[in-house]
């Protein structure tokens, strides 16, 4: 991969984060004062019986440095996930439906130089998908995981590893119950000191996908 490549990922993964952020506090702000009993406009895809929630997805991960973990090891990810939501359990700012990921993710590559190591792996996810207004609805995910690999990564640990992650994203309601997902992932991948060597790869991940309430 060139390095302008990865600049060019570099500038649209602050834009995705920026844009994330400043999507979601809006929204967080007037869940925290809307009454529960009124709906929004347009109508939320939020049912309060919960549901489910369907998507696809892709990311593309740059490496940082953290610790003394791998470097210049860049993370290129593509998947399917499945969230079951219950209904609406918090209040306040938090106000919105908690759920239950599966997230299987069938190709991941590592890439580092000319070098590519590619993966599989699943991951179980939290998700707290908050009840927001308009079109734009704020999602909080933490999780956990496994990948196994065609080859040592980073070369020298394991060919299996453990994946940590959490993100950050918006919801654009481009439908009654489809939306355009954009958001940000902190993903740290590791052997968890099953190996002869344990450095750990960290990436800063822009995440696109479609999402499908049901």
């Known amino acids: 991969m060139s390095q302008r490549f990865w600049n060019l990922g570099g500038r649209a993964l602050a834009a995705a984060l920026l844009f994330s952020l400043f999507s979601a506090a809006p929204a967080l702000a007037q869940a925290a004062a809307a009454d529960p009993q009124v709906a929004t ?5 939020l049912r309060p019986e919960g549901g489910n929630v369907w998507s696809v997805f892709y990311g593309l991960g740059l490496n940082q440095e953290i610790n003394h973990s791998a470097r210049d090891i860049h993370i290129a990810s593509a998947g399917v996930r499945w969230t079951h939501l219950w209904s609406p359990k918090l209040d306040g700012i938090l106000r919105g439906h908690p759920g239950f990921g599966i997230e299987l993710v069938p190709v991941t590559a590592f890439v580092k130089a000319d070098e590519t190591a590619w993966a599989l792996g699943g991951n179980l996810l939290y998700e707290h998908h908050f009840v927001g207004g308009g079109r734009v609805l704020p999602v909080w995910k933490i999780g956990a995981g496994f990948l196994y690999a065609d080859r040592e990564v980073p070369a020298g640990e394991t060919r299996h590893n453990f994946s940590l992650l959490t993100a950050l994203g918006v919801d654009v309601m481009v439908a009654e119950r489809s939306a ?21 790869i960290n990436a800063h991940t822009m995440m696109f996908g479609l999402t499908f309430y049901r």
């Open 180 to 200: 355009l997902f954009l958001g940000y992932r902190f993903h740290h991948v590791s052997n968890a000191d099953t190996g002869r060597i344990n450095p750990g």
């Open 41 to 45: 406009s347009p109508p939320s895809p």
